[in-house]
């Protein structure tokens, strides 16, 4: 066993308006589904080939109480774009140390913003650093 996370949720307040936001920020698929053996609304999302994970949407309504998570990164070509799709599409970008962004060496580029739903999540630019 590898301990790799294989797959992600989303819940949202608003699945439609978060839909909308991470198809437009990031380019994912999402298209709308019932989950498996039951009558529940579900958004399948596909974020595309090569390294990383595809997941899940769902309402956080009717949830087990509202969901808190730990937040993934995605690994984006030029965060500029992906900082200015955030702020364009309803999202908000944490500070750190008074900046949007900030640089570990060896790494790269990185941001933490808020989706349309108020979900935490993680974009990076790699400079060094290349995924495996």
Request: glycine share 12%; charged share 25%.
């Amino acid at each position: 066993m590898s301990n790799r996370p294989i797959h992600f949720e989303v819940q949202a307040d608003d699945p439609e308006r978060a839909k909308k936001f991470y198809e437009n920020v990031l380019g994912w698929k999402i298209d709308k589904t019932t989950a498996p053996g039951t009558t529940m609304d579900y958004w399948m999302i596909n974020t595309g080939e090569g390294p990383g994970i595809n997941g899940g949407m769902y309402s956080r309504k009717g949830a087990l109480g509202e969901l808190h998570s730990f937040d993934c990164t995605v690994l984006v070509d030029d965060i500029d774009k992906v900082i200015a799709a955030i702020k364009a599409n309803g999202g908000t970008l944490t500070q750190r140390d008074g900046r949007e962004k900030w640089e570990m060496p060896g790494l790269g580029w990185f941001a933490n913003a808020f989706d349309s739903e108020g979900n935490t999540f993680g974009i990076m630019q790699a400079t060094e650093w290349q995924p495996k």
